[in-house]
């Protein structure tokens, strides 16, 4: 079976840091990339950020390009998104997703296969 398991929210305040991770199962890591989506109440879901990893290609949404990087560790089939200079504005709901093959220009929600459960990232002001 496929699975996604994404953990590391929480509550932070404005300036502080998380590091989300999504462990990956069922799927050649190497073949795969994986995007990391928020959602907000009322709001469609939204790309913020996607690494290939065969290749290390990356996408950056523009609201967090510099302050949030993304990398993996292949032996342990995790990507891990570190999120620095936490706003208000991320607070959200955070999903990691795979498809198959590279991150596009500008990854779309309904182009991933597989999705993780979610977890909940709050910024305090």
């Known amino acids: 079976d496929v699975q996604l398991q994404a953990s590391g929210g929480g509550l932070v305040q404005t300036g502080g840091s998380l590091r989300l991770s999504c462990v990956v199962s069922?799927?050649?890591?190497?073949?795969?990339?994986i995007g990391w989506f928020r959602q907000v109440p009322g709001k469609e879901r939204e790309a913020v950020s996607c690494l290939s990893i065969y290749d290390g290609s990356t996408y950056f949404a523009d609201t967090v390009k510099g302050r949030f990087t993304i990398s993996s560790d292949n032996a342990m089939n995790t990507v891990y998104l570190q999120m620095n200079g936490l706003k208000p504005e991320d607070t959200a709901v955070y999903y990691c997703a795979s498809i198959f093959g590279y991150c596009s220009s500008y990854p779309l929600a309904y182009e991933y296969n597989n999705w993780g459960q979610g977890t909940q990232v709050t910024v305090s002001s």
């Open positions: 069922g799927l050649a890591f190497d073949a795969i990339a």
